[in-house]
């Protein structure tokens, strides 16, 4: 009978153990995993918020801090904070890169809310820059063909102005 007692208070214990064990793990499930999500799905799972974070990383060749901020007290991320302004205008252009490709590309979007197919990203306009620069067309240089030549259709580039001081060229 000794054996019995012995082995019915080890299981009981084990029991016990196990079960509160179990408990926090099951109360955590029901929480949010991410928290101040505003643009994101609420219920993004953490493979879909790396991979989203790390193409943002790519296209705009900078890190978390860019937009995030770092608390002081324990020296970790503190992804839930709006302090640096810069997390509110990634905000502003997800919302807006996803309403261009669902208005004029007709792109669908998954079951979590997020646009499928992406043909205007961030990477369209940033190419790896946080703060791309401006450059207006007319700016650039033209563009040349497979052959080195300028496309057919495109106007001849106009004649180099000599320097100053150059008598003009004689008429023979």
Excluded at 11 to 19: C, D, K, N, R, T
Excluded at 33 to 56: A, Q, R
């Amino acid at each position: 009978m000794k054996l019995n007692r012995k082995l019915f208070a080890i299981l009981g214990l084990s029991s016990a153990v196990v079960f509160m064990a179990m408990a926090p793990v099951t109360h955590k499930a029901d929480e949010p995993k991410f928290k101040n999500l505003k643009v994101l799905p609420k219920n993004i799972t953490g493979e879909e918020m790396h991979k989203v974070m790390e193409e943002w990383e790519h296209a705009l060749g900078a890190r978390c801090s860019l937009c995030h901020e770092r608390n002081q007290e324990t020296n970790k991320m503190d992804f839930a904070s709006d302090a640096k302004p810069e997390k509110q205008m990634a905000r502003e252009m997800f919302k807006m890169t996803q309403a261009i490709n669902k208005k004029y590309f007709h792109s669908k979007k998954d079951s979590t809310g997020v646009v499928v197919e992406s043909n205007v990203n961030c990477y369209s306009c940033h190419r790896g820059v946080s703060h791309p620069e401006i450059i207006r067309a007319s700016e650039l240089p033209r563009s040349q063909g497979p052959n080195g030549q300028a496309p057919a259709g495109t106007p001849p580039p106009p004649p180099p102005t000599p320097p100053a001081g150059t008598p003009p060229p004689s008429g023979k």
